[in-house]
């Protein structure tokens, strides 16, 4: 609830999200260039062994081709694989001669009576007689060949031979293909084990932070003194530092407490001897120094309390039991008030807990439950609940069923010393009391109307979990 301190923070994302986001950034970029170069390599392996077997076809085709007396092309032997001898069968080769002349007899009969047509990949090889050219042609049942091309001379004076030999590259592409889906797959499976992996380490790794942030909590909610529990070596120097800084803000508020007692003392002394003095006299002058030494000791009474109250807003692990404290103050303002008939009603579950000073509690609840006894008619009703805003609160709601103020004299009754009707006894310091006691633990009080008719007064103050005790 302090203002100042929230100013200060900013939230920039979970450390956890982030590390887990990170981790799986880099594994899933590393698997998806794993799938790519498996992928890659395997279709490499797949066209090899396909190269692999066009190779020997045409070095077979090479080695059985011969010219005869009259000049003409033909092959003493054909190869033994029957698919060559099935039409459209996806496996073909053929003889030509770099004029463009193809034989019928030196085409494999899957051919039937069509050519592939090399177009580029003959003249390709023809400027580099024996060297393999390797490209794509389509086939005579439209499909997509690998074809192998190599120009070669028979004799001297000839012109060049084209040997090819060709093969359906489907097949090929469909292994390719199915390795790929088959390989994102798998990584895909892997990136979600990785996942739960990375998160399950990630929460195991930052185990420590949190049990150390409960621990925090634990202090500041006043369930314990100081930071303990087992933590690793990374953490222990910011255990020891946080429970160094705890007992230096003990020292301080203890500090400040003597302080401000020894200040009671020294100004509480004088100022009685002279409101003593001055009515032990009679007279006009003797009456004034009485007023202004009640007045004086009301003003230091308001400021201590207040300083105190400070000093206890700044110490942590303070609690105090609010449904306790509350009852103990209804049941009080019962018995001062049986002779007006005032009708004090509570309404407060059990284990509500104040972060703070039980005695500040008293002094905020008490004087707002005073002040409405004072001025209602027969009915008082006090209401404490806890909500959850940015942080747990204690909402108080004092109402009476008196006569009530304005919008204006809301604001004007909690300036210090101003009251608006002197028939009821005071100094006009209790709302204002109330007010700065409030604004020193972060909290706040407004005024307004109330369902009874008269004075509503909302007081809102931090809160802690329930106790332990009570919880059970």
Same mark, same amino acid.
């Given at each position: 609830?302090?203002?100042?301190?929230?100013?200060?923070?900013?939230?920039?994302?979970?450390?956890?999200?982030?590390?887990?986001?990170?981790?799986?950034?880099?594994?899933?970029?590393?698997?998806?260039?794993?799938? =790519?170069?498996?992928?890659?390599?395997?279709?490499?392996?797949?066209?090899?062994?396909?190269?692999?077997?066009?190779?020997?076809?045409?070095?077979?085709?090479?080695?059985? =081709?011969?010219?005869?007396?009259?000049?003409?092309?033909?092959?003493?032997?054909?190869?033994?694989?029957?698919?060559?001898?099935?039409?459209?069968? !996806?496996?073909?080769?053929?003889?030509?001669?770099?004029?463009?002349?193809?034989?019928?007899?030196?085409?494999?009969?899957?051919?039937?009576?069509?050519?592939?047509?090399?177009?580029?990949?003959?003249?390709?090889?023809?400027?580099?007689?024996?060297?393999?050219?390797?490209?794509?042609?389509?086939?005579?049942?439209?499909?997509?060949?690998?074809?192998?091309?190599?120009?070669?001379?028979?004799?001297?004076?000839?012109?060049?031979?084209?040997?090819?030999?060709?093969?359906?590259?489907?097949?090929?592409?469909?292994?390719? @293909?199915?390795?790929?889906? @088959?390989?994102?797959?798998?990584?895909?499976?892997?990136?979600?084990?990785?996942?739960?992996?990375?998160?399950?380490?990630?929460? =195991?790794?930052?185990?420590?932070?949190?049990?150390?942030?409960?621990?925090?909590?634990?202090?500041?909610? !006043?369930?314990?003194?100081?930071?303990?529990?087992?933590?690793?070596?990374?953490?222990?120097?910011?255990?020891?530092?946080?429970?160094?800084?705890?007992?230096?803000?003990?020292?301080?508020?203890?500090?400040?407490?003597?302080?401000?007692?020894?200040?009671?003392?020294?100004?509480?002394?004088?100022?009685?001897?002279?409101?003593?003095?001055?009515?032990?006299?009679?007279?006009?002058?003797?009456?004034?120094?009485?007023?202004?030494?009640?007045?004086?000791?009301?003003?230091?009474?308001?400021?201590?309390?207040?300083?105190?109250?400070?000093?206890?807003?700044?110490?942590?692990?303070?609690?105090?039991?609010?449904?306790? =404290?509350?009852?103990?103050?209804?049941?009080?303002?019962?018995?001062?008030?049986?002779?007006?008939?005032?009708?004090?009603?509570?309404?407060?579950?059990?284990?509500?807990?104040?972060?703070?000073?039980?005695?500040?509690?008293?002094?905020?609840?008490?004087?707002?439950?005073?002040?409405?006894?004072?001025?209602?008619?027969?009915?008082?009703?006090?209401?404490?609940?806890?909500?959850?805003?940015?942080?747990?609160?204690?909402?108080?709601?004092?109402?009476?069923?008196?006569?009530?103020?304005?919008?204006?004299?809301?604001?004007?009754?909690?300036?210090?010393?101003?009251?608006?009707?002197?028939?009821?006894?005071?100094?006009?310091?209790?709302?204002?009391?109330?007010?700065?006691?409030?604004?020193?633990?972060?909290?706040?009080?407004?005024?307004?109307?109330?369902?009874?008719?008269?004075?509503?007064? @909302?007081? @809102?103050?931090?809160?802690?979990?329930?106790?332990?005790?009570?919880?059970?």
């Amino acid at each position: 609830m302090n203002d100042d301190t929230d100013d200060s923070l900013t939230q920039s994302g979970s450390l956890a999200r982030r590390m887990v986001s990170v981790a799986l950034i880099w594994a899933l970029g590393l698997m998806i260039v794993g799938a =790519v170069a498996l992928t890659i390599l395997f279709r490499q392996t797949v066209f090899s062994a396909l190269d692999d077997r066009l190779d020997r076809v045409g070095e077979s085709l090479l080695a059985f =081709v011969e010219v005869d007396e009259a000049g003409e092309l033909f092959i003493t032997q054909q190869p033994t694989d029957p698919s060559y001898a099935q039409v459209f069968s !996806g496996r073909y080769w053929q003889i030509s001669t770099g004029e463009g002349d193809a034989r019928e007899d030196l085409a494999s009969p899957s051919l039937a009576e069509n050519r592939i047509q090399l177009d580029g990949l003959k003249a390709e090889a023809m400027s580099e007689p024996g060297r393999v050219v390797i490209g794509n042609a389509v086939g005579p049942d439209s499909e997509p060949l690998r074809v192998h091309v190599r120009a070669i001379a028979i004799e001297d004076g000839d012109p060049s031979v084209i040997i090819a030999a060709a093969e359906d590259r489907r097949p090929a592409d469909a292994n390719v @293909t199915r390795f790929a889906i @088959t390989a994102f797959i798998l990584f895909a499976i892997f990136a979600v084990l990785l996942a739960a992996g990375v998160w399950f380490q990630v929460r =195991v790794g930052l185990d420590p932070v949190l049990r150390m942030g409960r621990a925090v909590a634990s202090v500041r909610d !006043g369930e314990a003194s100081k930071v303990a529990g087992s933590y690793p070596s990374e953490l222990m120097p910011l255990a020891g530092e946080l429970n160094s800084l705890l007992d230096h803000s003990r020292e301080v508020v203890d500090r400040a407490r003597t302080h401000v007692g020894n200040l009671a003392h020294a100004l509480k002394t004088p100022i009685t001897v002279l409101g003593n003095e001055a009515r032990s006299h009679e007279g006009a002058l003797a009456d004034l120094v009485a007023r202004q030494t009640d007045t004086m000791s009301a003003q230091v009474e308001h400021h201590l309390r207040r300083a105190r109250a400070a000093a206890n807003a700044q110490a942590i692990g303070a609690r105090a039991p609010a449904s306790e =404290v509350l009852e103990d103050l209804t049941r009080t303002l019962r018995k001062i008030y049986a002779r007006r008939e005032v009708q004090v009603v509570l309404d407060a579950p059990s284990g509500l807990v104040f972060r703070g000073e039980r005695q500040d509690l008293e002094d905020l609840a008490g004087n707002l439950i005073d002040n409405a006894c004072k001025w209602a008619t027969s009915a008082v009703r006090v209401d404490a609940q806890a909500l959850e805003a940015d942080e747990l609160q204690l909402r108080i709601l004092v109402e009476d069923d008196g006569p009530g103020l304005d919008e204006a004299a809301c604001a004007q009754v909690l300036e210090r010393g101003v009251r608006l009707d002197e028939q009821a006894p005071g100094t006009g310091l209790g709302l204002a009391i109330v007010t700065d006691l409030a604004r020193a633990y972060g909290g706040q009080l407004e005024l307004g109307r109330s369902a009874l008719g008269g004075l509503a007064a @909302t007081l @809102t103050l931090p809160a802690a979990r329930r106790l332990k005790e009570t919880a059970r």
